[in-house]
């Protein structure tokens, strides 16, 4: 199977950085994706990485080790509206690939006052 | 911005009745969409992933004549939940990928709850 694992919930204070760990088998690798889930609703885009390295867009850092089958999800200057899901999804490669994103069952960030 | 509208947003209906959710790309032509289903507390699983003109592929698990999938154009997906059962109580989501968009291309519409009494 295509397991992703990452922590079920984590909790951090407003005004801190916090590091959303994402660990996935690395055969046929093709895309990491980071989304955001408030309750009920519909995931939104937050990052993608193909290569090794960090992408950094705003308060929102991403970095991704192919060879370590890892990825985390930096949030800096954590605001009370980062409380949410973030979910860590994975691209893998299988022949003529539709592109399916096989999800991990998501991080619940509580950021507290 | 790549949007997708998916209807309606929430549904109750009675059990042994089906139920069909719309999912529409408004401003680009999506070849391939995808319906996932999401139950309380757990991710998005991935149930079925359809092409324009033609059938859907599904995911291991997942009852293709319960969950009729039409992709008729490359605007428009729906997803029929057919008979619908207690047990079909879920959050449904869509997902639409655009015509040769590789990095950013799924867009995801706002979802469906679906209630069976």
């Known amino acids: 199977g295509q397991n992703i694992d990452q922590p079920t919930e984590m909790t951090a204070t407003e005004g801190a950085i916090v590091q959303i760990n994402c660990t996935y088998q690395?055969?046929?690798?093709?895309?990491l994706f980071w989304y955001q889930q408030h309750a009920g609703e519909a995931p939104t885009f937050l990052s993608y990485?193909?290569?090794?390295g960090l992408e950094e867009k705003g308060r929102f850092s991403s970095f991704l080790s192919r060879s370590k089958g890892y990825s985390y999800l930096l949030l800096k200057e954590l605001q009370m509206k980062d409380s949410a899901s973030y979910l860590c999804a994975v691209r893998f490669r299988e022949g003529g690939s539709q592109g399916n994103l096989i999800f991990g069952k998501g991080t619940k960030l509580s950021v507290k006052p | 911005g790549a949007v997708v509208s998916q209807h309606p947003s929430r549904v109750i209906c009675k059990s042994g009745t089906s139920v069909k959710i719309e999912c529409r790309s408004l401003d680009f032509q999506a070849t391939t969409m995808f319906w996932y289903r999401q139950f309380p507390k757990q991710s998005l699983m991935l149930m079925a992933t359809s092409n324009e003109g033609s059938k859907a592929t599904y995911e291991q698990g997942v009852e293709k004549d319960k969950f009729l999938i039409n992709h008729a154009s490359l605007t428009l997906s729906t997803l029929t939940v057919t008979s619908a059962h207690p047990e079909d109580s879920s959050f449904y989501i869509c997902?639409?990928?655009?015509?040769?968009?590789?990095?950013?291309?799924?867009?995801f519409g706002s979802g469906t709850r679906l209630t069976v009494v």
């Open positions: 690395t055969s046929g690798f093709n895309g």
């Open positions: 990485n193909v290569l090794d």
């Open positions: 997902s639409a990928r655009a015509t040769g968009v590789f990095n950013y291309g799924y867009t």
